[in-house]
């Protein structure tokens, strides 16, 4: 995985100060059968005390300093991994904040979440095992299989046939264990998206009675989950069973046959319990490889699930020089023969060959029936998507040159979906502009008649909004969004719908107070009321995804059909006939 060789650099130091304590534990645990066999044919059977006393400080000691060095190495070993995990965190967290929305439309929203968070956690308990365990393992794994050869050649024949033999259960383990457990995190992701759309729709969930309805959905994904993790546990079950019998089974052979060349005179039986603790040693450590080789099968798949989100590129590219805007071009908005679709090229399109222009300082209302493809539309002004074919310009440069960072710092969007955040009104508002003075806040409030409203709360300015604003109604949040957008002074402001829960007079008063705060200022206005377009210098008509009108009201009204017919179902037939008289 190559985004991680960073923190490999980054980190290795000490991942290798965590291993050297490892060894001096590890080599502690190695000496320790040989001097128990030392004290028990030496000491014991010839009833040396001094001996034992002597070889008992000795294995005294070398347990302290194993002691120390395993101390050492678990301080070592939870910072690095803790540190690790979080660096690793904020930098896929900065990541998906550089995601383009067709690569953030890709990976799922909920299956981001816990890549975020399952996924580097299993990354993270991995980093953290190999640093306690994993090094530790095979160290006393072979050393163990050294000293037991070096204590009883013949009897390590034994250990020829098991060690194999265990090695290859272990892989077929991981072989087993590696599809199964990307199933299982797919399986997380779906109970995570279904959760997740539980709660943020949880008013509709109430209102419509779909208790059960979600339950079910809900238990779905959770036996789903259920089913997969037992598939891999039941695959994954056999291993380690088969791994302890084939230990054991060496085991009983070593005792038959050191228990016959005992009989012979050939060995003590202070080996023979030595061989054996080796042998257990040996069985320990391989239990743990199999161990830490399942966090390592879950680890890889985690890692390669992050690893997708680093590896996605986002597609859009730009010329580094400074965007500059002559005085005549400056928030002229193009749409030039424009084909999109949210696919990407060769998907279903939403826009159709979409040509026409905003000159600077025009308002112009978009209107056309839901679904038309008004908020793609303007989707496409602030680069949120690139467009398939087709060329759009803003201050008379082709978008796909333009840095989109740059690009955003002159507009100004309002979406249809209001969006307000955990703080207080003040703070929300300086989204738009971070060092807006007091005077510039009420000023946009102002414009956009939320300053009524805001000066009547208890805190005023001060007064903080719950999770998405919960304690405002959805007309103060739409009025919120707009003083927002004022605030930042842009050269565009494009409007989605953003006056629909606002009730028709004071729509009436933002639009006034709009003209009087932002002259000279591009406005893309977007509305369902035929009323609120209707004094727009142009007025754009979309229909499935095509242009069917374009020009003021007086020339919709008598050329464009689709126009005729909102008109008419919004405002009445007789009206529409005085029109046309
Ligand atoms: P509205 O807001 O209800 O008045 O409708 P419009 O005119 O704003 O429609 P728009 O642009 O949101 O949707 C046009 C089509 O594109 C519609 O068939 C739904 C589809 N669409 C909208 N947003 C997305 C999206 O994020 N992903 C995909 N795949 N399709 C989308
Ligand atoms: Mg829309």
């Not at 900065?94 to 580097?120: G, H």
């Not at 979409?354 to 839901?370: H, K, Q, R």
């Not at 209001?418 to 000023?443: C, H, M, P, Y």
Request: proline share 2%.
């Amino acid at each position: 995985m190559g985004y991680l060789a960073k923190y490999r650099r980054k980190y290795g130091k000490s991942f290798m100060a965590a291993i050297f304590f490892l060894t001096i534990e590890a080599l502690g645990d190695l000496l320790q059968p040989t001097i128990m066999a030392k004290i028990i044919d030496v000491g014991v059977s010839g009833r040396d005390m001094g001996y034992v006393l002597r070889m008992g400080g000795l294995m005294l000691l070398i347990t302290l300093i194993g002691a120390v060095g395993a101390s050492a190495r678990n301080i070592i070993s939870s910072r690095v991994s803790q540190k690790f995990g979080t660096e690793l965190r904020s930098d896929l967290f900065r990541k998906i904040q550089s995601l383009s929305f067709r690569s953030i439309d890709k990976f799922e929203r909920a299956s981001l979440v816990t890549r975020l968070t399952n996924d580097v956690t299993q990354v993270q308990n991995f980093v953290n095992g190999l640093m306690r365990i994993f090094v530790k393992a095979p160290l006393l794994c072979i050393g163990s299989l050294i000293m037991a050869a070096r204590l009883e050649p013949e009897l390590s024949l034994i250990l020829a046939v098991v060690v194999p033999l265990v090695g290859l259960l272990i892989f077929m383990n991981m072989r087993v264990g590696f599809p199964r457990f990307l199933k299982v995190q797919k399986a997380l992701d779906q109970v995570n998206r279904v959760m997740r759309e539980y709660l943020s729709g949880v008013r509709v969930v109430k209102a419509f009675n779909r208790f059960n309805y979600e339950t079910e959905k809900f238990q779905e994904a959770n036996a789903e989950y259920q089913t997969r993790s037992v598939a891999v546990m039941r695959a994954m079950s056999i291993f380690n069973p088969a791994i302890m019998l084939t230990v054991n089974l060496g085991i009983l052979a070593v005792i038959w046959l050191g228990g016959i060349r005992v009989d012979q005179g050939q060995m003590q039986v202070g080996s023979i319990i030595a061989f054996i603790n080796y042998m257990t040693q040996i069985l320990f450590s391989l239990m743990t490889i199999s161990m830490v080789f399942n966090m390592f099968v879950r680890a890889r798949a985690s890692t390669a699930r992050i690893g997708d989100v680093f590896a996605e590129e986002n597609p859009m590219t730009w010329k580094e020089e400074a965007a500059f805007a002559s005085a005549e071009a400056k928030g002229r908005i193009d749409f030039e023969n424009v084909t999109f679709s949210y696919e990407g090229e060769g998907g279903e399109p939403v826009l159709k060959g979409i040509t026409f222009s905003c000159l600077p300082g025009e308002t112009v209302g978009l209107i056309g029936s839901t679904g038309s493809g008004k908020s793609s539309l303007v989707n496409l002004i602030p680069r949120f998507y690139d467009a398939d074919s087709g060329t759009v310009r803003v201050n008379g440069r082709d978008l796909r040159e333009m840095d989109p960072h740059q690009l955003r710092e002159s507009m100004a969007v309002v979406p249809q979906k209001t969006v307000l955040f955990t703080g207080s009104i003040a703070a929300n508002l300086k989204w738009g502009k971070e060092d807006a003075t007091r005077e510039q806040l009420e000023r946009a409030a102002q414009a956009a008649e939320a300053a009524e409203f805001i000066e009547k709360l208890p805190e005023g300015y001060e007064t903080k909004l719950g999770q998405k604003g919960v304690n405002l109604s959805g007309g103060q949040k739409q009025r919120l969004s707009i003083a927002r957008a004022l605030l930042r002074e842009p050269d565009i402001l494009i409007l989605d719908d953003c006056t629909s829960a606002v009730d028709v007079e004071t729509e009436a008063r933002i639009k006034a107070s709009l003209k009087a705060y932002s002259r000279g200022l591009t406005c893309l206005l977007i509305a369902q009321r035929i009323t609120s377009v209707m004094d727009a210098d142009k007025i754009v008509v979309l229909d499935n995804g095509e242009l069917v009108g374009i020009g003021t009201h007086d020339e919709l009204i008598k050329e464009c059909r689709v126009y005729q017919e909102i008109y008419r179902s919004q405002i009445g037939k007789e009206l529409h006939a005085d029109v046309n008289a």
